[in-house]
């Protein structure tokens, strides 16, 4: 099992900065690529950002040149610095890994972003 915790969510202006990160506990082995997602109410649940094993990234396009998704070396913890916030970026965080190796599909318990107009 993989826990992954969020953590540096909050409220901010519009055009203010946040860095989410995201802890992995337990078999963390188990872990490759990881991700943010977000959902906003009555939305579904979007992919923000991904990082693979090999440190490509993939970004939506309603965060290029303002959001950025990193890792250490050891691959915990993951981070998502979001600069330039929007109104529209208020949602629900959340990390999750993917786990073909563990036939598994990690989520953290989400961080909430508020941002304010």
């Known amino acids: 099992q993989v826990q992954l915790v969020e953590s540096g969510g909050g409220l901010v202006q519009a055009g203010g900065s946040l860095r989410l990160s995201c802890a992995a506990s337990?078999?963390?082995?188990?872990?490759?690529?990881m991700g943010w997602y977000r959902q906003a109410p009555g939305k579904e649940r979007d992919l923000v950002a991904a990082?693979?094993?090999?440190?490509?990234?993939y970004y939506a396009d309603s965060v290029k040149g303002r959001f950025t998704i990193s890792r250490d070396n050891a691959k915990n913890p993951l981070y998502l610095q979001m600069n330039s916030l929007k109104p529209e970026d208020t949602a629900v965080y959340y990390c999750n890994a993917p786990s073909p190796l563990c036939d598994s599909d990690y989520w953290g318990q989400g961080t909430q972003v508020t941002v304010s107009s």
């Open positions: 337990g078999d963390t082995i188990c872990i490759s690529a």
């Open positions: 990082i693979a094993s090999n440190g490509s990234t």
